[in-house]
């Protein structure tokens, strides 16, 4: 299974965008990169994947370098409820399990 | 419910007894996984059920972990002879299918304690 790279904390002040790098440089070609969010005490949830193109949906948005080798997660306009963990997991092979690393403590700030 | 469900919410267990955790996914989701999150940690895989069988159970610390899915929709977690180290909250997420671009939904957790 793939690794992914992430910093341990991030900050952002409220209102502006959050950009969250993930480097997955062993990602293999039929890997889909995932971000997950986990709020303290609760499941994580889903918020975005993809294969090769860049996606957006109402939560986000997701950039993926041409080589795949790296992905960066947006948040356009970061509120105090996104503070969380975010992980970006690259999921695939046989099982298409997930495998979570550390992810990114992201607090955003008033 | 329109979420994956996990029963019960909490559990408080003596050190070596036995006990099951609950794990109702989506309808119709064939794609059940279990994992297991200690504190400070990312959540850590256990197993993986394709409708009524275990595809991938590489992640089961050891033979006092078991799961089953019988009629390949709810799932129960069983750890044997608990001990202090088996506490943790266990997840429960499930997927239409096992598919790498079918997104996978997770429930709210168990939380073990042994004592």
């Known amino acids: 299974d793939a690794k992914t790279t992430q910093p341990p904390s991030m900050d952002c002040a409220e209102g502006r965008a959050a950009n969250l790098p993930c480097n997955h440089s062993?990602?293999?070609?039929?890997?889909?990169v995932y971000w997950y969010r986990q709020i303290h005490s609760q499941g994580p949830q889903y918020i975005i994947h993809?294969?090769?193109n860049n996606e957006t949906n109402e939560m986000a948005s997701l950039i993926i370098t041409e080589d795949r080798k790296s992905s960066t997660l947006i948040l356009p306009h970061a509120t105090l409820r996104d503070t969380a963990v975010y992980y970006c997991?690259?999921?695939?092979?046989?099982?298409?399990?997930?495998?979570f690393g550390t992810g990114t403590l992201l607090a955003v700030q008033p | 419910g329109a979420g994956v469900s996990q029963t019960p919410s909490n559990k408080v267990t003596e050190k070596g007894k036995y006990v099951e955790l609950r794990c109702d996914p989506i309808?119709?989701?064939?794609?059940l996984y279990w994992y297991r999150q200690s504190l400070g940690q990312g959540p850590e895989f256990l197993i993986y059920?394709?409708?009524?069988?275990?595809?991938?159970d590489s992640g089961l610390p050891n033979d006092r972990f078991f799961a089953v899915r019988p009629e390949g929709s709810v799932s129960t977690l069983k750890i044997q002879r608990t001990e202090r180290g088996d506490s943790a909250v266990y997840l429960c997420?499930?997927?239409?299918?096992?598919?790498?671009?079918?997104?996978?939904?997770f429930g709210q957790g168990t939380r073990l304690t042994v004592v």
């Open positions: 997420a499930s997927s239409l299918s096992g598919q790498g671009g079918t997104e996978a939904f």
């Open positions: 062993t990602i293999s070609g039929n890997e889909y």
């Open positions: 993809g294969l090769k």
């Open positions: 997991i690259v999921r695939g092979g046989a099982t298409n399990k997930l495998i």
């Open positions: 309808s119709g989701h064939t794609a």
């Open positions: 059920f394709q409708g009524t069988g275990a595809a991938d």
